[in-house]
Each structure stands twice: as structure tokens, then as C-alpha cells.
């Protein structure tokens, strides 16, 4: 799923700071998973919020609505009645979601409360980590299905780069060499060949490099669009 | 290899059998021309060819293809290094002609340092290609005299084909496999990373030899005199990649600190010494990090003077 | 035990420590209290199993919170004891209140409606 990080306290305040009624909107998609953007967090956060503006004695007054998902027109129409109660939304959707609100109330302010970061997983329960980049020509079965090009730092197709010590990546010890990975399970099952040769040079068209990217089905389309 | 590829000086040593003997040298933090000057006076008449840097450790430099176009200028012959980090194809394939326009006629070519160790750690990181894809880029513009998308080039490039290799990175089982894909993908000359286990190279050439490697490729041996037992602690600490045994450590504490320099360079001849009758090993790479002003000194003493002229 | 506790703690009873939210200590700051602490089990006693622990993570987050707000994070606290340590329960409700008179009453001002 998508892994965003709240926005630091501060800076959310500085994004609201003239404003008098706000609303957060929570999203029950990625970001209730990733415990940060769902109906709790959108709850903690108006009450933090709120302790601040009343540390300077003031109020603010803030509504909390949580969305099935951001990212789907349907969903986001559900607030037209109530948009224009407030003077600014915050947004603890992933980036989708505030560009698909500030796509359809083109007048109201939305703010990102979160920063979106990758597509990853848990791998226990408070941590999550990165896992796939997003190429658009996925080819993990050529690496013993491990990812170099988003698990390298280096994104090397012919690792590893010689920096990993025991196993752990040369730029975080949080991170391990994927490349020592995929070595070592294609060393474990005598097929060191597979990793052998020129691979082919990446085509990067298919990933952000060749500029925004748009995924149509025909099929599912449905009247004019 | 009956034809020369590049006609380099370092290609000509090599082929014709000599004992090859590198340096290195780089750039400066500025545009400081008449600094880089200098030091390549230290290394003129000492070494076949000379490394010149890209960025290393991602700390902004001098670019390596100006300063090695200044060291041509200079009557000394450059490896010009290339790394992927923050260069994508275009700009390879487009500073690879540069290079030999402006008479370069060896290029290394490796991966780079992550630019978080550097100086800009804020970049963004190209690495479009990685270096064994590097190598294979280089020798079909020079081979083929083709662009990656097939194009005819107007003029190929001639360039010595060189790559890095590290045999004390993990997992090591893996590195002669590495060093093989390499050599597989191009490269004609290797230099090692800096040996300071003797054990674990002598085993490492072994297994280079039993696969023929040193028949396909010149494998040049990298050496870097210690300069106290202080450095070698701080590599062994701090340098991944790096394999440096204890007792080389002891070695150099047991000795007082002012002739810790001795020490370490006594270890290093002894090294080349060793290399020159290893089999496989088809010359030195040294690596005097900021201390050019010893080359002629270790040459000397390495009996490795006069350089071949041929 | 007819062990005296200060008059100005609201106990808010709980059948264990883990039910207790984020949101909860929040709120009572918010509504202007100057100081909230959670009382739980021993660790490695807890009735639920790890209720105690997880009240305890649940602390140290609003703890973080306070202090990105420039506010005493030891408005905030958690304690551990037995359902038999009644001197100690006294004990823990004294030394909050004068941990709190320490540091003065809530940065956070009661606002009138505009």
C-alpha cells in the first residue's frame, strides 16, 4: 500500500494558521493501514491541533470526516454540501487525495497533512518498508523476486556494488543489500547464472522519467468521459 | 588482441608484457589549475597512467574529464573515471566522444559512491545505467562504432575499457563471479580495490586464474601505503568494503609513531614485490590518497623505474 | 485503608489500562486539564496480559506530542502498581499533584465561544 508520515505538528499549524474552522478529512484506504490518516489519527490530531491554538488563548473550531478513499471522484463529491463550511481542509490522505479534492472544489484551500513517502508493506506491525518503485516493467522473477531497482540505493542491475557489509546496505543500517539477497538465494540454488551477462539497458519511459502516467481500460469506461 | 583498441600508453604496457604500474590523482575542490599541476609533476615518469577521479565519495570536484584533458596537456597519459551516479546515458555516451576528442584514451568505469556520504547529499541520483552496462555502452561505441540506440557515431570513440573490483566486499563468493561478468560485458583492465590481506587475495587470484580470467583481462593489484596505525584503524572502522587484518595493525603500532610512515610503506613494496611474481596479477595500482609527493619515492624503491617506454 | 489522597484528582475507573486511547489523554488536556496520569498494573501482571504496556507506549506518544507543542511532557505520566498497593496509590497521587503545582497551571487557556 501507499506509506505516508504525518507532517510535523508545526508545520500543519502554519498551514492553518489563519484560519478559524477547519475540517479534517480522513481516508479509510492506505492510510488507516499505515495507522495515519484513518479516523483516530484524524481525531488525534484535531485534538492536538485544538490544544495548541488554545495554548495562544484562541479556538478553533475543526469537524473530522473520514472517506472511504480519496482517490475516487464518487467518494470525494460526498462533502459538496458541506465543503464551503470551512476555510480550509486538511487532507490525511495520501498526495491523491488532496490534488482529487482541490480537483473539484477548485475555490477551497486543501492541505496535505501527511508526506507521502512509497508503496511498501508492514513487515511487523509499526514498521513499514519500501518495497516497490513503481517502473511500470516489473521484473522482480529475474532477481530471484526481489526488486533491485527499488530495494538498491544504487538501483543496480548487476549488484552488489561492494559497499554492503554483512549483508546491510552501505547507506542505512536499516536497510539490507538486496543485492546480497538475491545473491544469495541464486548462490543457494546453483543459479548464479541467471544473474550472469548484460541485462538489458531499463526503458525508462515506463516510470516517472517519462512524465505522468495515465492507465486506461477501454472496457471499463463507461459514456463519454 | 593483435590490433590496439585505443593505442593508449597504458594499453601498449600492458600488451607488450610489462609489469604495469598506476597512480592516481584528484582533482581539486575549485578550479585550481596550477594546484593540479603540481601534483601531476610527483607522478610524471612514475606510472604508466594516472586515475583521475569523478566526484569521489560524492564531494564536488573538479570534473574528471577537464582535468584529465589538463593532465593530457600536461605529457601525462589519464584514466579518465566515469561513475553512474550522476550521469544519465546521454550525458555518458556525449562526454565518452568529449573524452577522446580531447585525446583521453582510457576510462574507468564504476558505480559511485551513494551521494548521502558526500557533500550534497540532497541530490537526486541518476544511475540510469549501472556499470557493468557502462562497459558494455563504452566497448559497443568503440567496437561497433554505434550508438545504444544503434545510430552510427561520426568518429568512434577508442577507449581503453577499464572496471574496479572489489574481492573483500560480501558476499565474497561472489566477487570473482562479479569480476567475471565484467570482464564478459568488456572490460580490458581491472584494478582492485586497495589489498591489505594478503591471504585472502592470494586465494581470491586463484580462483581469477582457475576460470582464466587473467587471460581475457589485465588485472592491475591495488596498493595503498598506510600512512600510521591510526588510518589503518580508521579504514578497517569506517570504509566498507575494506579487509584489514590485525596484524598489519599491530605491525604498525609496534613501531613508534614517527616511523609508522616507514612501516606502512615497507608493507607496500613488499606487496608489490609479491605481485610482480603473483600469477594473475599483471601490474600495481597505487593509491597514495593525498600523499602524490611519496610516488616517486615507492616507484623508486618498488624497482619499478624507469616506466617502459613503448 | 482510610489513606487520604488530594481532593483535586478525578479518578476515572477502567477495567484495565489498555483501554485507555491516545484521544482520551488528549481530550483531557485540551479540555484544560493541568495534568493526567494513567495508573496500571505491575509490569508482567497485567490482568489483560499487556493492557499496561501498550497504556504505557500510548504515554510516551502523547508525552512527544506535548513537546512539539512546547508543552511539559510530565504533565503526562504513567505508573505501575498492584491493586493491593494502597499506600503506594496515595503515594503516586501525591507526588503527581505536586509535580503539577511545580510546574503551574495548563499553557492551554479556556476560550469562550466568540
Known amino acids: 500500500m501507499i506509506v505516508a508520515d504525518r507532517k510535523p505538528i508545526q508545520e500543519i499549524l502554519a498551514m492553518v494558521k489563519a484560519d478559524k474552522k477547519i475540517l479534517i478529512l480522513g481516508c479509510k484506504g492506505c492510510v ?95 514498521i513499514w518498508e519500501e518495497r516497490c518503485g513503481g517502473c511500470g516493467t516489473c521484473s522482480i522473477h529475474d532477481f530471484g523476486g526481489l526488486c533491485p531497482i527499488a530495494r538498491c540505493a544504487k538501483s543496480l542491475l548487476h549488484g552488489p556494488c561492494g559497499g554492503s557489509t554483512k549483508g546491510i546496505c552501505e547507506v542505512n543500517p536499516d536497510t539490507i543489500c538486496v543485492w546480497d539477497a538475491i545473491v544469495t538465494k541464486k548462490m543457494a540454488a546453483g543459479e548464479i547464472g541467471d544473474l550472469m551477462g548484460v541485462k538489458g539497458f531499463k526503458d525508462w519511459r515506463s516510470a516517472r522519467d517519462g512524465g505522468p502516467r495515465r492507465s486506461i481500460r477501454e472496457e471499463l469506461i463507461q459514456g463519454n468521459i | 588482441m593483435s590490433e590496439l583498441k585505443s593505442g593508449s600508453n597504458l594499453e601498449k604496457v600492458l600488451k607488450a608484457g610489462y609489469f604495469a604500474f598506476t597512480g592516481e590523482c584528484g582533482p581539486p575542490k575549485g578550479a585550481n589549475v596550477a594546484h593540479l599541476k603540481e601534483k601531476f609533476q610527483y607522478l610524471r615518469g612514475c606510472v604508466d597512467a594516472v586515475n583521475v577521479t569523478d566526484n569521489q565519495t ?229 593509491m597514495a590518497i593525498e600523499w602524490e609527493h611519496k610516488v616517486p619515492e615507492i616507484a623508486q624503491r618498488a624497482k619499478v623505474l624507469p616506466r617502459p617506454v613503448v | 485503608m482510610r489513606l487520604s489522597y488530594p481532593s483535586n484528582i478525578k479518578i476515572i475507573q477502567l477495567p484495565c489500562t489498555g483501554r485507555i486511547d491516545i484521544i482520551h489523554l488528549l481530550n483531557a488536556i485540551e479540555n484544560g486539564a493541568d495534568g493526567v496520569y494513567v495508573a496500571g498494573c505491575l509490569e508482567g501482571e497485567c490482568h489483560f496480559i499487556q493492557g499496561n504496556l501498550k497504556a504505557r507506549k500510548k504515554v510516551e506518544y502523547v508525552k512527544k506530542t506535548l513537546t512539539e507543542l512546547g508543552i511539559e511532557p510530565e504533565r503526562v505520566e504513567m505508573f505501575n502498581l498492584s491493586s493491593a498497593q494502597g499506600a503506594r496509590f496515595a503515594q503516586i497521587a501525591n507526588e503527581m499533584v505536586d509535580r503539577i503545582r511545580q510546574l503551574g497551571p495548563t499553557p492551554v487557556k479556556k476560550v469562550h465561544a466568540a
Open chain 1, 32 to 126: 488507516t493501514v499505515c495507522n495515519v490518516g484513518g479516523v483516530k489519527e484524524s481525531e488525534i490530531l484535531a485534538s492536538t491541533l485544538k490544544i495548541a491554538r488554545k495554548q495562544q488563548g484562541k479556538d478553533i473550531d475543526i469537524d473530522v470526516r473520514v472517506l472511504e478513499r480519496q482517490c475516487d471522484t464518487e467518494y470525494v463529491a460526498q462533502i459538496k454540501d458541506i465543503v464551503n463550511d470551512y476555510e480550509s481542509v486538511v487532507s490525511l490522505a495520501c498526495g491523491v487525495g488532496p490534488q482529487f479534492l482541490s480537483e473539484m472544489y477548485k475555490e477551497k484551500k486543501f492541505y496535505p497533512g501527511v508526506n507521502t513517502t512509497f508503496f511498501g508493506g508492514a513487515v511487523q506491525h509499526g
Open chain 2, 58 to 286: 560524492a564531494v564536488v570536484r573538479m570534473s574528471s574529464l577537464a582535468a584529465s584533458r589538463l593532465m593530457v596537456e600536461e605529457g601525462l597519459e589519464p584514466n579518465f573515471q566515469m561513475v553512474c551516479r550522476d550521469r544519465n546515458r546521454l550525458a555518458m555516451m556525449s562526454d565518452i566522444l568529449g573524452a577522446h576528442a580531447l585525446g583521453i584514451r582510457n576510462m574507468l568505469c564504476l558505480s559511485g559512491d551513494h551521494q548521502s556520504f558526500g557533500n550534497h547529499p540532497q541530490a537526486k541520483n541518476v544511475h540510469d545505467i549501472d556499470s557493468i552496462q557502462l562497459i558494455a555502452l563504452v566497448k559497443k561505441m568503440r567496437d561497433q562504432g554505434k550508438f545504444l540506440n544503434d545510430e552510427v557515431i561520426d568518429v568512434a570513440p577508442k577507449m581503453f575499457v577499464g572496471a574496479a573490483c572489489n574481492p573483500f566486499a560480501d558476499p565474497y563468493e561472489f566477487r570473482v563471479h562479479r569480476l567475471a561478468n565484467k570482464i564478459e560485458a568488456g572490460a580490458d583492465f581491472i584494478q582492485t580495490q586497495c589489498i591489505f590481506n594478503m591471504d585472502r587475495f592470494r586465494d581470491f587470484m586463484k580462483q581469477v586464474v582457475d576460470m582464466g580470467l587473467d587471460k581475457r583481462c589485465h588485472i592491475l593489484a591495488g596498493v595503498t601505503p598506510m600512512k600510521n596505525a591510526g588510518m589503518a584503524n580508521f579504514m578497517k572502522k569506517f570504509v566498507p568494503g575494506m579487509d584489514i587484518p590485525d596484524d598489519l595493525i599491530n605491525r604498525l603500532k609496534g613501531v613508534d609513531q614517527k616511523d609508522q610512515a616507514e612501516e606502512g610503506i615497507c608493507f607496500a613494496l613488499e606487496q608489490i614485490e609479491e605481485f610482480k611474481q603473483m600469477q594473475g596479477v599483471a601490474g600495481v595500482h597505487l
